[in-house]
């Protein structure tokens, strides 16, 4: 027996697998964030890299590849942020994960950085 519910309920299950798009705001505030922190990390890298006095040694490599590699990804993470399909929100959270990813990277390179000066 069909009742009138049915089809309503059909309906909200079908809304409900839909992915969500986000709320104003969120994509924004996360491309802010991107460009800050990429900011920083090209200025520490151009600062560190070529401005600080001193000579480089073997332990300069950890540092400046770990630098690299977070800039780099921080360019990878603002390209997948800017992407329309940033707007689904499985995205947006893998984009997120990826703009940790590179945080943490730079922490690593910019305390490695300190530890090599020190």
Do not use: C, H, N
Request: net charge neutral; glycine share 8%; charged share 20%.
């Amino acid at each position: 027996m069909v009742t009138p519910e049915t089809p309503g309920d059909d309906l909200v299950r079908a809304r409900s697998q839909r992915p969500r798009d986000l709320p104003q705001g969120f994509r924004a505030g996360l491309i802010t964030a991107i460009t800050v922190l990429l900011g920083f990390s090209l200025g520490f890298l151009r600062y560190w890299g070529l401005d600080a006095p001193g000579d480089w040694s073997a332990l300069s490599v950890i540092p400046g590849v770990s630098l690299f590699l977070a800039t780099l990804l921080q360019i990878l993470t603002l390209y997948r942020a800017l992407r329309l399909e940033d707007e689904a929100e499985a995205e947006y959270r893998k984009t997120v994960r990826w703009f940790i990813a590179s945080a943490m990277l730079l922490l690593v390179g910019v305390t490695a950085a300190l530890w090599e000066g020190a």
